[in-house]
């Protein structure tokens, strides 16, 4: 048993040695993927691209689109118009108006008749017949009929479905998990769903209905997190347990949730502080805007009119020059998606904005390889 567990742990640790984090940037121009060193996998020689997923990226150049691999090397080049990521081991692409599936080899996969077709996430795609939404797996089996007006992203393995004006919620097989009778149905966390029921806000609870006394709208929990957002008839908002309890009452202007146990939040809608799970304001309100703490323990802050970043002491250890957004509409090519992140700082490094350039700086607001670029998406994991 010892050896197994050692086993076990030495295959972890491998894998988070030797996981490997890139961003897509555009400089001069050109698209490339940078390491989380400084370093470049690919340099900046494509006219377009898309950041990896599944193992692959997205790349064109000369009318010719392709994807690359974890290296760099061109593994598929056909000359398609358009293109999705990579999701366990499928693309949709699309050429001469014609969409289809390939696999990582380049060739064209047959699924399952669909009058429109849908990019795989996590396994699971869409199918359309006669305005009905089913679902269909990556071996092109299908998983569930099309008999829903609509079919939501999935979130922990379910997903909030609508017919008429009733809503539900599936699991990943296809089942119902919460019968068609909501107004309302938000994502599930850990056994817990926020719903509208007979216009009445409340929590499912492993299937048990609990009234939030004076809610008017709720907001989805983050698994790991004991509260989420929720509003009073009054439009003031505060802060709900997982059993449905007001943990800490509804008295601001707008919040935003808790991460590492603390939460932005403004109490008349023009300067922002910090809050603790108790409710106490721990970081005085005085902020222009304010975002989540990171696993890095600080957090982006608007002070005049650029941001910085705070320690959780409420110090400001960068200092405010930097534009920050969550995600770049445009850095992308062939009608890709593009996923939102959330912004600040991720495993050490937060993309910033600065003088209409943008780059990547660490915890002590050092430049990567001291190199702004024309845009940067955030670092991403190839899997």
Not at 142 to 153: M, N, Q
Not at 234 to 242: A, E, H, M, P
């Amino acid at each position: 048993m010892r050896k197994l567990v050692l086993l076990l742990s030495m295959i972890l640790l491998c894998q988070t040695l030797f996981a490997q984090r890139v961003a897509l940037v555009r400089e001069d121009g050109k698209y490339g993927f940078l390491k989380e060193d400084g370093s470049w996998l690919v340099e900046p020689t494509y006219e377009g691209a898309f950041n990896f997923s599944d193992g692959l990226a997205g790349v064109h150049n000369k009318k010719v689109s392709g994807f690359i691999d974890s290296s760099g090397k061109l593994v598929i080049e056909r000359d398609f118009d358009k293109a999705k990521p990579f999701d366990s081991g499928l693309a949709l692409v699309s050429k001469d108006k014609r969409w289809f599936y390939i696999n990582k080899k380049g060739e064209e996969v047959e699924m399952p008749a669909s009058d429109k077709k849908y990019r795989f996430r996590n396994g699971l795609a869409y199918i359309n017949k006669d305005g009905k939404i089913g679902l269909i797996n990556a071996e092109g089996e299908v998983v569930l009929e099309p008999k829903y007006d609509k079919i939501l992203k999935f979130f922990n393995g379910h997903a909030s479905v609508k017919l008429g004006d009733k809503w539900g919620m599936i699991n990943v097989k296809g089942q119902e998990y919460l019968k068609m009778e909501f107004q309302f149905v938000g994502h599930y966390s850990e056994g817990v769903v926020p719903v509208k029921m007979d216009g009445v806000f409340g929590l499912m609870n492993d299937g048990v209905f609990t009234k939030v006394e004076g809610a008017s709208k709720i907001w989805n929990f983050d698994d790991g997190e004991n509260l989420t957002i929720a509003r009073n008839e009054s439009k003031l908002v505060g802060f709900i347990d997982r059993t449905g309890k007001w943990a800490i009452e509804p008295i601001f202007a707008k919040v935003k949730e808790f991460s590492y146990e603390l939460a932005p939040v403004t109490s008349d809608g023009k300067l922002w502080g910090y809050i603790n799970e108790s409710g106490e304001v721990v970081i005085e309100e005085k902020y222009r805007d304010a975002e989540i703490f990171s696993k890095d323990e600080l957090a982006p802050v608007k002070i005049s009119k650029l941001w910085g970043f705070i320690n959780r002491q409420g110090d400001l250890v960068i200092e405010d020059k930097y534009i920050i957004k969550s995600s770049f509409g445009g850095l992308t090519i062939m009608g890709s998606d593009v996923s939102i992140s959330k912004v600040g700082f991720s495993n050490g490094l937060s993309r910033v904005g600065y003088k209409k350039q943008w780059g990547f700086i660490n915890t002590k607001g050092e430049l990567l390889a001291d190199t702004w670029f024309q845009n940067a998406e955030n670092f991403v994991e190839i899997k």
